[in-house]
């Protein structure tokens, strides 16, 4: 803050100087004291610089009331402080930092603590700064957690690398709060140099460093916790969730697109530990943003689910910024910013006006800011296939006895499963309309290493066509599933021309497509662009290629590659058994 | 940390290596859960890796049990962590930082915030270093706050100035947590220059600005909260507290010697705000310390007064280390420091044994620790007082109508009230043994400038002899009060030959003195010889030298110089009225 920025907060507080805004006769929710009031909102620039009593003639009776250059009428509305959530991946929306923004804001949101995991996989710190400056685009706060974990795993080729040694500098940006979830929590409960090297770096410089570790009891977790790690968002029980908080750590109640914790968590909320939540989305994509919302969205389903609205608030709220150790945010308080969500009631929570940082930045569902966009260029052009050809999608199977990387509908698991197939002469995999087994392939895409590795997918249902991606968590190298090799490699390759995304092939020819310029995982286009055509996409893959119903064709198949969540997982290194952490072969 | 440290913490709270210290069967109160139950606490090195159940097998079921080096049988006891005193000027206590350490570990506290306002006054930064250089010579981990308001007045001398320019360097130290109170709070709320420079300057360095605003209310409330301090000790009443927590402000509460406002402000806990409330003393004296403990005084007393003692604990230890901002205290819990206090229930709180970092420090009532002490020559011979000489006491009245200091006893305010006194031919006052009105003198101590004010005290008592003492808020140049000028010079010499203290001379002779050559303002002997000296001083005075029985003879000398007080003080530059901030004259 300056000086003269502090020193005109200081006179309106004082009533000196008249207000730049007064948002008058809210019930104003008191996440201190645990109240809500009748009360004005007194704003000096960016700043709250009291809240005080709507009665006029100010608190000290003979006071004449405050004035404001501008004056709002919030009466029959409630105020709650900006939303924040503690954990989301820009990126699973498939937009930009600028588009999060105008899609959140409105929601009441007004801060996130975003992990950009993908695109620094992909582009590494490049992907870093890029994000970085693009979030300055939108008035939504962007706080960045430096990815910890990048490669996810050894097992595959990323398209960076980032030890703890590169981690010097970011780690001291402004913009960075600390590690992003440490996945590699065997690497933390094993003491393992490359982990403790990444944790003393992240405590030295004083940051945070937050949890991911779906599972963990007992002494494990008493090994990660002691590590220093802050939080969690990958509770799956309530009896984590208290684990965890008897540890010390924050829980971070996730309910995204795919991920649903908080009927289950909210079950573990007492009065007593209720500070320790706090809310996040994880991934949330454009069609659950534009019809459910955001954070708002769980304080509906929260206060629902039974708890005191004020406690709801106060998990996206002030929890939040107390988790984070920021002391200028998560109230509506002399000194905070001003950060500000008018809702029209503590149960519905439906948002009417939303400032961030004194300014009116949403009002009844619409961004009201000009939306600039960052120059992409820098992270566009991802795909390095090298030497890619439909002939490296033949495999060379000695027999027709496999295992196959069985789906589970609803879930990002696999099984193994065994089959026999039919293969050709040369032992390649024919495609059997009688039996829904495909051939599903990994394609390096980062340092035109040319490595593709092939195996076969049970009841992903495509009986036509090929589908290929440039999302494929965690090293988003080029996933494909196809029932010809040569439709396989007609997607990859319209894929390569398009600059990433998702491609559709039937009949040899693109029917549907999704470019995703931005490091081959985001568009640049609008939300609700993306909803629209994703919706298409998802249509096409259904009723033209036939994907299997109770499958989501995008979604399934972007996690078919992330070599942690069992049982069988392909990287572009082979088929990798994750219950025996080791690579297996297609013949059984 | 180190990389060894923390791969071992890990080590142990895996299972894999044997633990430093198990501390088994406590009931262990968990501050994140509001819970207590019986449990083991692992420790490796100086943290504590796990808190798990006693049953044995580990909570794995077939884990081998969890073995120590060491293991302690803690049941039939209760295990809270180590308790934080928000809020305390050490040289209150006339000891050494060393000397605090001994006496308040062995009452369960691992963690003081230091503010060292009083000997910054005198010896500027060379008396923070000291400070910070003896605190190293205790476990009781020494946090110090950077005193924001030196000098505390323009109205008087002091030894030392803090501008903000001068606050550059020092508030970068890594014992300093931020700005001391902000006594200034009209510099504050007025938006005065050398205020905002001070708090641009915390701001800027991420530290934290403490408050000081007794009596403060509505729109300056709001500009000295705008200005983002943090915490306020000077609650008098329950409104008050309530109020600094709307606000955002965390309510320290004080039980100190002097200043009693525990049962006053727990009036204003509820379950909703009761995390928004720390524990301090502020002022301790030896002799309280002594007799009835330290914060653990305070939980008893909470708890006495029907709050929850889990609430209470929380106030004492999770709160204070969330105020400040420290992730690794206030907590039994896997990662966070093992300080770690075992008392015998939650009510009567007697502590039993106290673990700092780790290490037994106390056991039922004894500091463990060898004390060493540090050199305290650099902050000795701080009383310069030029040419000062009994000449310099004369009173030069025009007549003998006059404004008296009357004081008010148990307090630190005065009254302005008038009588007629004896003066002499050169219009010196002459005691008169008819009227409780008695000459008081102080003189500047620092710069040798030879300044004397004098001004007449009625209410004191004193009927024979005279006192001197350094210490006198917040410059603590010399205070003398006496019945002839002769005794009050000779005890201002010896005072200036002992080094600073408190002198009392009767019949001409010095019959009894506590020197203090730290700064003017400790000894460097034991809580204990300074309980035992202040006794007997306060029997002399009373006894020898008539000071009235409801007049504390030393406390209250020392605050008739504290120019921020109403009504009327008494600096080195002259009688000061409070009300009108101006100095006045003794003639009415």
Chains 1, 2 share one sequence.
Not at 30 to 47: A, E, L, M
Request: hydrophobic share 40%.
């Amino acid at each position: 803050m300056e000086k003269a920025e502090l020193k005109k907060l200081i006179d309106v507080a004082a009533g000196r100087v008249p207000a730049d805004l007064i948002i008058r006769g809210a019930d104003v929710v008191d996440v201190f004291s645990g109240t809500v009031r009748k009360k004005d909102i007194v704003i000096s620039g960016k700043w709250i610089a009291a809240v005080c009593d709507p009665s006029s003639a100010g608190e000290n009776g003979g006071d004449p009331p405050r004035a404001g250059r501008e004056e709002v009428d919030a009466s029959g509305y409630t105020a709650i402080p900006g939303l924040i959530d503690s954990h989301i991946h820009i990126e699973s929306s498939y937009v930009t930092p600028e588009e999060i923004g105008r899609l959140l804001v409105p929601h009441g949101t007004s801060m996130i603590f975003a992990d950009p995991h993908e695109i620094v996989n992909v582009c590494g710190l490049r992907g870093l700064d890029y994000m970085n400056r693009a979030s300055k685009q939108t008035k939504l706060d962007i706080r960045f957690m430096l990815p910890s974990c990048v490669p996810a795993t050894p097992y595959e080729h990323s398209g960076s690398r980032l030890d703890a040694k590169d981690m010097v500098v970011p780690i001291r940006y402004p913009e960075i709060q600390g590690l992003g979830e440490f996945m590699d929590y065997t690497g933390v409960c094993s003491g393992a140099d490359g982990a403790l090297d990444k944790i003393i770096l992240a405590k030295r410089e004083g940051k945070l460093i937050d949890g991911h570790a779906p599972g963990l009891a007992g002494k494990e977790l008493d090994a990660y916790a002691s590590a220093g790690i802050f939080a969690d968002h990958e509770c799956a029980t309530a009896d984590d969730a208290r684990e965890r908080i008897s540890r010390g750590m924050y829980v971070m109640i996730r309910e995204g697109s795919a991920c649903h914790d908080l009927k289950e968590l909210m079950k573990a909320v007492t009065p007593e530990n209720s500070s320790r939540f706090v809310l996040c989305s994880d991934d949330r994509q454009p069609a659950t943003i534009l019809s459910e919302g955001h954070i708002d969205s769980h304080l509906r389903m929260l206060t629902a689910g039974g708890i005191d609205s004020v406690t709801a608030v106060r998990m996206g709220t002030i929890n939040a910024a107390q988790c984070f150790g920021l002391s200028d945010r998560g109230a509506i308080a002399p000194g905070r910013r001003a950060d500000i969500t008018l809702v029209n009631n503590l149960k519905d929570f439906q948002v009417h006006r939303v400032w961030i940082g004194g300014e009116l930045v949403a009002e009844d569902g619409r961004y009201l800011p000009e939306t600039r966009r960052t120059d992409i260029s820098p992270v566009r052009g991802s795909i390095h296939i090298g030497d890619f050809s439909e002939e490296k999608l033949k495999m060379h199977l000695k027999n027709g006895h496999v295992r196959t990387m069985t789906i589970c509908p609803g879930g990002v698991l696999t099984k193994e499963e065994f089959a026999e197939v039919k293969i050709d002469e040369e032992g390649n995999f024919v495609w059997d309309p009688q039996q829904d087994i495909a051939k599903i392939a990994v394609i390096e895409r980062h340092h035109d290493t040319g490595n593709v590795a092939t195996a076969l997918i049970k009841g992903y249902g495509i009986r036509k066509g090929a589908i290929a991606m440039s999302i494929a968590h965690d090293s988003h190298n080029i996933i494909t599933v196809g029932v010809s090799d040569d439709e396989m490699a007609a997607a990859v390759f319209a894929l390569k021309e398009q600059e990433g995304g998702i491609v559709l092939v039937g009949n040899g020819q693109v029917i549907e497509r999704m470019p995703m310029p931005v490091a081959g995982l985001m568009t640049d286009q609008s939300g609700e662009w993306v909803d629209r055509r994703l919706r298409r996409i998802h249509r096409t893959a259904h009723e033209e290629l036939g994907v299997n119903g109770d499958v989501e064709p995008v979604m399934t198949l972007c996690f078919m590659s992330l070599a942690v969540i069992p049982e069988l997982k392909l990287t572009d290194e082979g088929l990798f058994d994750v219950r025996k952490f080791e690579f297996t072969t297609v013949e059984r």
